[in-house]
Nanobody, 125 residues
Framework: QVQLVESGGGLVKAGGSLRLSCVSS????????MGWFRQAPGKERECVAA????????YYQDSVKGRFTLSRDKAKNTMYLQMNSLKPEDTAVYYC??????????????????WGQGTQVNVSS
């Protein structure tokens, strides 16, 4: 089982930037894919970005392409989500997720097995 802890959320004005971090611990050798999801009030959880570690491929939801970037610092067991040009509609709780299976063969990817506690992102207009 992988443990995940997110940080970096906060309040930012539209057009601003935030960088979310996700620190992983536990059985990291078994992680095949990771992703960033978000859930806004009254809406279903959606995947905004996901990466296949085995294939080295990253996927993004159309609404965040060109604005969000998923990256990883392997030495620190940390995944990041750099979010630029933020919009009020990006307001949500953001979660990182991991799975021992490569869930990125389909989009949106199916549910991941391990989840962090989430970090709130608020974008004001």
């Amino acid at each position: 089982q992988v443990q995940l802890v997110e940080s970096g959320g906060g309040l930012v004005k539209a057009g601003g930037s935030l960088r979310l971090s996700c620190v992983s611990s536990g059985c990291l050798f078994s992680t095949a894919a990771m992703g960033w999801f978000r859930q806004a009030p009254g809406k279903e959880r959606e995947c905004v970005a996901a990466i296949s570690w085995s294939r080295g491929v990253t996927y993004y939801q159309d609404s965040v392409k060109g604005r969000f970037t998923l990256s990883r610092d392997k030495a620190k067991n940390t995944m990041y989500l750099q979010m630029n040009s933020l919009k009020p509609e990006d307001t949500a709780v953001y979660y990182c997720a991991a799975d021992p299976k490569d869930r990125t063969y389909t989009w949106p990817p199916p549910n991941f097995g391990s989840w962090g506690q989430g970090t709130q992102v608020n974008v004001s207009s």
